[in-house]
């Protein structure tokens, strides 16, 4: 079983693979950049990412998107982060939240999934992962991280930012963390009830 994996950032590509190959299903890096909608909703710019890459190459695939809401800034930069990211960066939030003493922040994915007999319908899975911001960067760049947020998120019960965990205890965490593993073994679970239907 084989799925098609819409991105251009390849750290998105391994961590799925991670969760995906234990349940048999290979995943195919299809590098396409696609055009995200302004929105608030991750579900809605995720859909539409989605339904572009099934329409350029017709096969089964998926694509991820992403929002990061931090609480004492109510919820910014949501859906806009990879904007944000591009203009004053990890450093320009870390300033944002100088002097803040709760420092609350999550994750919110969702993986989109189309083919030939659901398009133009789709079916997502979504994590929300719970953690605090650093007061400082932490860590060194990894190839399985796919964000620059990895060296200022800390993951809840967790001491560590994702870019200081060596790539062992990274994996460790996204096994165990229950909301990851909830969607991406979700995900795999209808994924192969679906090929052998």
């Not at 396409?32 to 017709?58: C, G, H, M």
């Not at 790539?167 to 679970?189: L, P, R, V």
Request: charge should be positive.
């Amino acid at each position: 079983m084989k799925v098609y994996y819409a991105t251009t950032n390849k750290a998105k590509v391994m961590s799925l693979e991670q969760a995906l190959t234990p349940h048999g299903i290979a995943v195919i890096h299809e590098n396409i950049a696609l055009d995200e909608p302004r929105s608030n909703s991750v579900y809605t710019i995720v859909s539409n990412k989605v339904r572009q890459a099934f329409e350029k190459i017709k096969k089964p695939v998926v694509a991820l998107d992403a929002e990061f809401s931090i609480k004492a800034l109510n919820g910014f930069p949501g859906t806009f982060v990879n904007h944000t990211l591009d203009t004053i960066g990890t450093k320009g939030l870390l300033k944002l939240m100088q002097c803040r003493k709760h420092r609350d922040c999550m994750f919110i994915q969702s993986l989109a999934y189309t083919d030939e007999l659901m398009f133009p319908d789709l079916i997502c899975f979504n994590a929300l992962i719970k953690g605090v911001m650093a007061k400082k960067e932490y860590g060194n760049k990894k190839p399985w991280l796919w964000s620059r947020l990895g060296f200022i998120f800390i993951p809840e019960d967790h001491t560590k930012t994702l870019a200081e965990m060596t790539q062992e205890e990274y994996y460790y965490w996204k096994t165990n963390s229950q909301n990851e593993q909830y969607y991406t073994n979700a995900f795999a679970n209808w994924f192969v009830k679906r090929q052998k239907q």
